[in-house]
């Protein structure tokens, strides 16, 4: 049986990720450090409105050399079935050193339908090689409030689909 987080356990884990026991072979020379939810007014918080835009923050720290790697958020229902993945473009891919950390944002316009979901981060080499992987380590609660000024277009999800409208960012600090 898999654990499942409460999002009161959201904000206490998101600092700590890198103490997590992770599979066999997982987060040995890169390892997800952190991660947040950021509401469209950039507060940090697990509780988004339907249809407001939001972002999700990863921090990547290098424990080896490594490079071609991208990082990857999977969006899950209470059930564990996978519902949306994004993954950062192959122009973002990055490589690491050690001790450095690469910091990602991932800046999602899709529309959730109201509910409670599970965030799944990965980071992965050459397209199809995990190196690191959280399943479930989050929560991300969509409220069912409609907002007019940030719905420009609905779109609601009938199954496993890819974030088409997801804008990445990669930035990399050295020495962090």
């Known amino acids: 049986m898999e654990l499942y987080y409460s999002s009161r356990d959201t904000e206490r884990l998101s600092d700590n990720l890198s103490l997590l026991k992770r599979a066999d072979g997982m987060g040995g020379e890169v390892a997800i450090d952190r991660f947040y939810i950021f509401n469209s007014k950039f507060k940090k918080t697990n509780i988004i409105k339907f249809g407001e835009t939001f972002h999700i923050e990863i921090s990547v720290r290098g424990f080896a050399s490594m490079e071609d790697l ?59 090689i995990l190196v690191d992987k959280l399943k479930s380590i989050g929560t991300l609660v969509i409220e069912p409030v409609v907002d007019d000024s940030c719905i420009d277009e609905v779109y609601l999800p009938g199954g496993y689909f890819h974030l088409q409208k997801a804008k990445w960012t990669i930035e990399k600090n050295i020495g962090v």
């Open 70 to 128: 991208q990082m990857v958020v999977g969006i899950d229902s209470i059930m564990g079935e996978r519902i949306a993945t994004t993954i950062h473009a192959k122009d973002l891919s990055f490589e690491l050193n050690k001790d450095e950390v690469a910091v990602g944002k991932v800046f999602l316009k899709e529309y959730f339908v109201p509910g409670t979901y599970n965030i799944t981060l990965a980071v992965r080499q050459h397209k199809n």
